[in-house]
C-alpha cells in the first residue's frame, strides 16, 4: 500500500526540508517511486536542495485544484539532478508557485493526493509541511498516514509538540513519531531519545546530532549558483547522519 507521510514541526527551522529531501533520496536510490510535496511557497528549500533551476518549475498543485492543469504536469522529476543514478524515482511536486492565491477546496486536496498515488505509480508520497498548526498546514496533514514531527531540545518545541501531538490526535492521525534533530555536542543521543519517547509516548525514530557538514548544506546551496544537487546522503552516504536517516526511512516504509 501506498504510504502518504507528512514531516511536521511546530517551529520553523527544525530540519524538515532537509529531512524530506534526504529521505526521499534514500527511497528513490532503493528503488521506490516518491514524489515530495513542497509546502513551502516563499522559499522553496527541496528545490533549492535538488538544485533545480527556478524556470524548471511550470505548474503547481494549487493550479490542479483550480483546474488549470493536469496533475502529471504538476510534478517535476527530480532524478537528472542527483549525481549518482537512482534505481528508482523520485519527483517534485510544488505546492504552488510563488505569488498564487492558494484558497482551494479541501475535500479536492485528498484526491489529489490519490490521483499523485496513482498517476506517478508512487510507493511514498512525502510532505514537507508548512510548521505550526495554522490553516495552511492542517490538510496535509489531516490526509496522512504517518505524521513525522520534527524537534530541537528547545522550550519553544517541547512545548509547541505536545499542542501539535494534541491536534494531530483530534484530527484523527493515527501513526505519529519523533525526529529530535540539530542535538547538541554535549547531549548523549540514546538518551534524549529515551526521555522524549517517555515525554510524548510516541517513538522517536531518530535522534540526530547538530552536524557542522549539514549544517553548511544549505548556507552553500543559497551562494552557490548550482545546476546538480546538494544531497547530505549522496555526498556523505557512510556518515553516521546517512546511516540513521536510512533507517528512519525503512521504518517509514516497512
Ligand atoms: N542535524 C543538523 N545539523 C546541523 N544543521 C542542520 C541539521 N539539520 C538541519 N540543519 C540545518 O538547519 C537549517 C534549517 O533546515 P531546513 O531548512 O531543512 O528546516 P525546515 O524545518 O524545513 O525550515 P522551515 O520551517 O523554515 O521550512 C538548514 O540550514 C539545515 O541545513
Ligand atoms: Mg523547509
Redesign the pocket.
Known amino acids: 500500500m501506498p504510504k502518504i507521510v507528512s514531516i511536521h ?1 511546530f517551529r ?8 524530506t529531501a534526504n529521505i526521499a533520496t534514500i527511497l528513490a536510490a532503493a528503488g521506490q517511486r516518491v514524489a515530495i510535496i513542497d509546502s ?1 511557497v516563499h ?1 522553496p ?1 527541496i528545490q533549492w536542495l535538488f538544485g533545480l533551476p527556478e524556470g524548471a518549475i511550470t505548474h503547481s498543485l494549487n493550479d490542479f485544484l483550480w483546474g488549470k492543469c493536469g496533475i502529471e504536469s504538476t510534478a517535476v522529476n527530480l532524478n537528472p539532478t542527483v549525481r549518482h543514478p537512482l534505481k528508482g524515482q523520485v519527483y517534485l511536486v510544488p505546492f504552488a508557485t510563488r505569488n498564487s492565491t492558494i484558497d482551494y477546496d479541501i475535500s479536492l486536496l485528498s484526491d489529489s493526493f490519490e490521483l499523485l498515488i496513482n498517476t506517478l505509480r508512487l510507493d511514498v508520497l512525502l510532505i ?1 509541511t508548512q ?1 505550526g498548526v495554522q490553516f495552511a498546514a492542517l490538510p496535509s496533514i489531516a490526509f496522512s498516514d504517518i505524521q513525522v514531527l ?1 524537534l530541537q531540545l528547545r522550550e519553544q518545541d517541547l512545548q509547541g509538540t505536545g499542542v501539535v501531538i494534541d491536534i494531530s490526535e483530534q484530527l484523527g492521525i493515527s501513526e505519529m513519531v519523533l525526529i529530535v ?2 542535538i547538541p555536542e554535549h547531549y548523549n543521543l540514546r538518551e534524549v531519545q529515551q526521555k522524549i519517547e517517555q515525554i510524548y509516548q510516541r517513538p522517536v525514530l531518530a535522534a ?5 557538514l ?2 553548511d ?3 552553500a546551496s543559497l551562494l552557490l549558483e548550482r545546476t546538480s544537487s546538494n544531497i547530505f546522503v549522496v555526498e556523505h552516504p557512510d556518515h553516521p ?1 546517512s546511516l540513521l536517516l536510512t533507517n528512519v526511512a525503512a521504518t517509514l516504509t516497512a
Open positions: 514541526s520553523p527551522g527544525t530540519g524538515k526540508s532537509q529531512l513551502d522559499s528549500s514537507d510548521p520534527v534533530n540539530q540526530l546530532p547538530y552536524d557542522e549539514l549544517a548544506y544549505n548556507q547522519i
